[in-house]
C-alpha cells in the first residue's frame, strides 16, 4: 500500500478498495474526473456502503497531491475515529452533566478547526459535530493546531447538520447561533442549560437552512469598524462565556 504525508494519504485504485472494504475510516476519497466503467461504479458503491465522502476532481489537482502513480484515485485515512452524536449525547445526560457542543458550518480552513477545538476542549465542551462534506479535513495540522484537542474531544461526523439540530432539539438541546442582527447579546443568553453552539463559515457565516431552525440568537458585541471577528475567535468567546455562565 502506497503512502505519504505521515500514512495519511493513500493512492492506487487496489489500495484504497482493499481499504474500503476492511472498514478503515476514510476522511475522503478524490475520483479523477473522467473516470468511467465499472471501477467508478464499484467505488460510487462502496463510498455509499461505507458512508464516506467521494468528490470528483480534475488529474491537475491529483498530480499535484501525489507524486507517484495514483491510478484516478486518492483518498484520505482518517487520523482519528469519529463518534456517533446519538451516542455522545445520550452519555452526557447520564453522566450527569449538562452538555455543550459545538456544530461547525462549513468550516474549511484546517487551522481555524483546530483552534476551534483547542477552545472547546479547554473550556469543557463535550463535542463538536461537522457536516460530512463541504468541511475541514482532520488532518495533521488540524491536530497540531488544536494542541491534541482533536484527539480527546468526540468529533461528530454527520451526513446533515439540519437532522443534527433536529436531533439535538429533540433530545432537549437548545440550540443558540450568533447573528449580527439580533439585539440580543451574548451575556444576556442562557448557555448554562443543554446547549449547542452553531459556527458559522468563514466566509458565509450560518446557512439560512440553518439559522432559522435555532431557538434563539444572540451578538457579540464589538466597537470597531471591522466586518467581524475571525471565526475562531468567535468561537472562544461564546465557549468562555458558557464556562463563566456554567461556574456561577
Known sequence: MA?????TLIFGRHPIVDALK???????????????????KEVRQL????????Q????????KMVKGN?????????????????????????AGETPLILLLDRVTDVRNLGAIARSAEVCGAHAI??????????????????????TRLP???ENSLVTAVEYLQNSGIQVLASDLKSKKYIFDADLASPTALIIGSEDEGIHPSLLDRVDDRFIIPQRGTTDSLNVSVAAGIMLYEALRQRMK
Open 155 to 157: 468529533v461528530c461526523r
Open 3 to 7: 503512502f505519504q504525508e505521515k500514512n
Open 22 to 40: 476492511s472498514g478503515a475510516q476514510l476522511d475522503k476519497i478524490f475520483l479523477q474526473q473522467g473516470v468511467r466503467g465499472e471501477f467508478e
Open 129 to 150: 459535530v461537522i457536516p460530512k462534506t463541504g468541511s475541514a479535513l482532520i488532518n495533521s495540522d488540524a491536530i497540531k493546531t488544536s494542541a491534541g484537542a482533536l
Open 47 to 54: 463510498c455509499r456502503e461505507y458512508d464516506v465522502p467521494l
Open 70 to 94: 495514483h491510478q484516478g484515485i486518492i483518498a484520505y485515512l482518517a487520523l482519528l475515529d469519529y463518534a456517533q452524536l446519538d451516542n455522545v449525547v445520550p452519555g452526557i445526560f447520564e
Open 56 to 63: 470528483y476532481v480534475p488529474n491537475e489537482r491529483m498530480n
